[in-house]
């Protein structure tokens, strides 16, 4: 075994945590030299081409492409001379998914590093044999996890045991998520599908009445809170409901699987005959998953509050005109030079251009103005950077955001062009959405949230006149910056933008 190496998930910036393998660039069987492209990683923001850190064999892909997220440092493939066996690729493969998280501290003997075992892609062989197990016929356990499992040998709930029984599957191979490594059924359940296996869906039977219900003390259950309060609202005894959960605890699909069982039709139906609604289930990206985790944190530890201004944008629109005309080649747009407002007010107002640290419990302050720019991608959302944008002149700013623009679409963009920033602004102008809400991308203190321009009535010297006008919204967090401080950076954005050549002094 000494002459296998792995090919690992690398970590692309501090945040990252785990990636999708993408595409493969190569095959099982192809060699390869140092620094020719292996594979297309996807993480939460970016795709990035993974270059081979050496030269080698590519002999068994363990982690395939598009399935599941793999964590930083497990490994990916394993390379090694044609001289070595499949019976000692199995033997390698089989190390790392018993090394467990021990891997990093007491590695396999011979190896040059230690290599994590595959808690998202449990490694399996390049032409698994799989066979199916349940009843339904679509439960198939992969090769890598097949076998008979000694139940003296294995910490594993009962559950577990007698469904890896069932299915015929070594629970010596699987990691245990419970208290001191315990073994459940849900652990199973994802080695097999980390492993590229199925787990069949539960045949529900056909009832012409209910199944008899449970009514014993259901007490010292073991459950979920979120569990417990569904049971006891339909009248559910955990009895009933297997245990799927972690640590042999039942969660609340198995509160609902349960009353489905139990009475014959989900108890949100709202008819006795009514056919559920059919629908798609779609996992989240790992895009999708980042956005959902710190947006959720904003909104949970950053207590938001919002100003509203109209900005008229007459002397705004005749400015970009006059660039555009008289500097051939250059292209300015409205949101370029709402940035460039945005940057200068920031220096203005610097205390409006604030991160903050919350394990330091302090404000950093910041000279530049770092703009985050919002650009919606089909997966999610992400907010490349325009740096010291007001140290930059219009058509650099412009040259910036379109470059960004492109690489955040193409995924090519670097980490430090999207990790950090001091301010951001999110424009959904062009949809024609007048005015919204945006949630502060932390550790940042604020975001402007920027509408349509459109024309409007508005009095102006007593009379009625129509005038471009725009609605921004701004959204602060009240931990650093306060509601006249949020409004003083906002008379300063409009001070800028209804005489712009204030920009250029």
């Known amino acids: 075994m000494s002459d296998i190496k792995t090919l690992e998930m690398p970590k692309w910036g501090l945040s990252m945590e785990e990636g999708l393998l993408a595409q493969w ?7 390869f030299t140092k620094g020719q492209e292996i594979c297309e990683i996807e993480t939460s923001k970016i795709v990035n081409v993974l270059e081979a850190p050496f030269a080698g064999t590519l ?16 490994a990916l493939a394993l390379v090694a001379e044609a001289s070595i066996s499949d019976a000692e690729l199995d033997a390698f493969t089989a190390s790392l998914a018993a090394a467990g ?9 011979a190896r040059p590093a230690a290599a994590p075992t595959l808690d998202n892609a449990l490694p399996t062989a390049s032409a698994p044999s799989t066979q199916p197990v349940s009843a339904s016929g679509q439960t198939e356990v992969p090769l890598g996890l097949q ?36 073994i459940s059924v849900a652990d199973l359940e994802n080695a097999i599908l980390a492993a590229g296996g199925r787990i069949a869906s ?14 014993a003390d259901d007490s010292q259950i073991p459950a979920t809170p979120l569990a417990r309060r569904l049971a006891g609202k339909l009248g559910i005894n955990l009895h009933d409901c297997r245990s799927s959960g972690s640590r042999g605890r039942v969660t609340r699909d198995d509160v609902q699987a349960a009353a489905l069982l139990l009475d014959g039709q989900p108890q949100t139906a709202t008819a006795p005959n009514a056919a559920p609604a059919a629908f798609e289930n779609l996992p989240l990206s790992g895009m999708r998953r980042a956005i959902a985790t710190r947006l959720q944190a904003s909104k949970q530890h950053s207590p938001h509050f919002r100003l509203i201004a109209d900005l008229d944008l007459e002397r705004l629109l005749a400015l970009r005109k006059e660039i555009n005309l008289g500097a051939p080649g250059v292209k300015i747009s409205v949101n370029d030079l709402l940035v460039k407002a945005c940057a200068q007010a920031l220096v203005a107002v610097p205390d409006v251009n604030v991160q903050f640290d919350e394990a330091s419990q302090s404000i950093r302050r910041f000279a530049d103005a770092d703009i985050s720019v919002a650009v919606a991608l089909p997966a999610g959302l992400i907010t490349p950077i325009v740096r010291a944008a007001n140290r930059k002149s219009v058509s650099e700013i412009s040259h910036d955001i379109h470059s960004l623009v492109t690489r955040a679409k193409a995924g090519t963009l670097k980490p430090e062009e999207f990790q950090g920033g001091t301010f951001s602004v999110s424009n959904l102008g062009m949809l024609g959405v007048r005015q919204f809400d945006a949630i502060i991308n932390p550790p940042q203190g604020a975001i402007l949230a920027i509408g349509a321009g459109e024309v ?41 933008v209804e005489t712009p050549t204030l920009m250029f002094v």
């Open 25 to 31: 660039s190569i095959r099982e069987g192809d060699s």
């Open 202 to 215: 539960p045949t529900l039977p056909s009832r012409s009445g209910k199944a008899p219900r449970s009514h």
């Open 456 to 496: 409007r009535a508005v009095a102006r010297d007593g009379q009625i006149v129509a005038r471009h006008q725009l609605t921004v919204s701004l959204s602060c967090d009240h931990r650093v910056i306060d509601g006249a401080l949020g409004a003083a950076f906002l008379q300063e954005l409009k001070r800028l």
């Open 59 to 74: 002999r068994r892909i363990l982690a395939r492409q598009g399935r599941y997220p793999v964590k930083v440092g497990v």
């Open 147 to 182: 076998g008979s499992t000694d139940a003296a040998q294995v910490n594993a709930t009962p559950h577990a045991l007698r469904l890896a029984a069932r299915l015929g599957a070594d629970l010596s191979k699987v990691r245990g998520s419970g208290r001191e490594a315990r």
């Open 101 to 109: 998280p021990a891997a990093s501290v007491a590695p396999p003997p």
